[in-house]
């Protein structure tokens, strides 16, 4: 099966079943970019497309394209974010990949915490991602973007992550489980 490619966004954060807890912190010094939406569009296409070269495709995406989900997710939180008062986020490839990278990991294990037992920011360091401040927001089992953002700005903590002033950049990731339930991942960081 294909491997689910990752979108970007901004905010650290967990979801069990029903439930959700949140992580995020801050480091360094913080910048905040806005951008279009029509410009943010095809940056989206563009990392899919990249992506798509470059995947080791495992799992499926019948019921949206790549490039369908990652944009409604960014877009959804744009609106919230600009309902808020706050500076649009950018998509990032690289941040797109670190975010693939834990939704495949919270199928093994759901937590903040990586399968080896390090913190979730490994990853950026993994990945060369330079930041700031950085916050992680993870959902399972959802079925839909629209559904996974309901249950995010119903919580406190993740709601929180995704309005984050201070938040600039983000990526996401999503990967199904074997009943077909996504495991879903947004990454934010202020860019350095």
Same mark, same amino acid.
Not at 14 to 28: E, F, N
Not at 60 to 89: H, Y
Not at 139 to 167: C, D, P, R, Y
């Given at each position: 099966?294909?491997?689910?490619?990752?979108?970007?966004?901004?905010?650290?954060?967990?979801?069990?079943?029903?439930?959700?807890?949140?992580?995020?912190?801050?480091?360094?010094?913080?910048?905040?970019?806005?951008?279009?939406?029509?410009?943010?569009?095809?940056?989206?296409?563009?990392?899919?497309?990249?992506?798509?070269?470059?995947?080791?495709?495992?799992?499926?995406?019948?019921?949206?394209?790549?490039?369908?989900? @990652?944009?409604?997710?960014?877009?959804?939180?744009?609106?919230?974010?600009?309902?808020?008062?706050?500076?649009?986020?950018?998509?990032?490839?690289?941040?797109?990949?670190?975010?693939?990278?834990?939704?495949?990991?919270?199928?093994?294990?759901?937590? %903040?915490?990586?399968?080896?037992?390090?913190?979730?920011?490994?990853?950026?360091?993994?990945?060369?991602?330079?930041?700031?401040?950085?916050?992680?927001?993870?959902?399972?089992?959802?079925?839909?973007?629209?559904?996974?953002?309901?249950?995010?700005?119903?919580?406190?903590? %993740?709601?929180?992550?995704?309005?984050?002033?201070?938040?600039?950049?983000?990526?996401?990731?999503?990967?199904?489980?074997?009943?077909?339930?996504?495991?879903?991942? @947004?990454?934010?960081?202020?860019?350095?």
């Amino acid at each position: 099966m294909k491997k689910v490619l990752a979108g970007c966004l901004a905010a650290l954060l967990i979801a069990s079943s029903a439930s959700m807890t949140t992580v995020a912190a801050s480091k360094g010094t913080t910048a905040q970019t806005k951008q279009t939406t029509q410009s943010t569009s095809k940056k989206v296409k563009k990392v899919v497309k990249k992506k798509k070269a470059s995947s080791k495709a495992e799992q499926s995406t019948d019921d949206e394209s790549e490039t369908d989900w @990652q944009e409604e997710m960014l877009k959804s939180i744009n609106a919230q974010r600009k309902k808020a008062g706050v500076a649009e986020l950018k998509l990032d490839e690289a941040l797109c990949e670190a975010a693939q990278i834990r939704a495949d990991e919270c199928l093994k294990s759901y937590s %903040h915490t990586r399968p080896n037992g390090k913190k979730f920011t490994t990853v950026l360091d993994d990945k060369k991602i330079k930041y700031g401040y950085w916050g992680e927001n993870i959902n399972e089992k959802q079925e839909s973007v629209s559904s996974t953002m309901k249950s995010w700005m119903s919580s406190e903590g %993740h709601k929180a992550n995704i309005l984050k002033k201070e938040f600039d950049t983000v990526g996401f990731g999503r990967t199904k489980d074997s009943k077909g339930k996504y495991y879903w991942v @947004q990454i934010f960081i202020s860019a350095k």
